[in-house]
């Protein structure tokens, strides 16, 4: 089900210069959102992993639009029981988004205006300190997450650390 070579090759690519930050980036998210089967695949980075009350967006890839973004920014103040769960828990599972107690906050301001029903949002640490996220999303309908899934995205979070501190600079 899920294609762990493939991440291995493209995180050797950046290590070894072949590739650059965002080229990588906009490998990775493509590939997540393939691999997840999901609608939308991102990367997010904490700026201050020790207080963890913002995510800054490094790149999120949209299959139904065959396009990238980057940039968005969120915060604590604005999503409170979201951070709270990631502090405590490094992983939101969020089939039912829009009526999961952790993320129904984001209902009216982001998942209805972009058609999401779905979330999965799982931590990645780097050397046993939290350095950020990964957050897949399905549009038009739900998507039932599985313990694979999760694992799936623990394990790339795992065997790209090195890659991701490299492409971050």
Known sequence: M???????????????????ADEFYNELTLLLAE?????????????DPVARDRIQC????????DSWSQGAELREADFGPYFA?????????????????TTDCFTSAYFEPLGIYSLLDVGINIGGQPWGLFCCENTHDVLTWSDQHVEYL?????LLGFALKKAQG
Do not use: C, T
């Open 85 to 101: 769960a990631m502090r405590r828990d490094n992983l939101i599972v969020a089939s039912e988004a829009r009526s999961h107690p």
């Open 2 to 20: 899920f294609d762990k070579p493939r991440v291995l090759a493209l995180s050797k690519r950046l290590m070894d210069g072949v590739v650059d």
């Open 35 to 47: 691999q997840m089967g999901s609608s939308r695949a991102s990367l997010w980075v904490y700026p």
């Open 58 to 65: 490094l790149r999120l890839y949209d299959r139904d639009q």
């Open 154 to 158: 623990r394990q790339v979070g795992a």
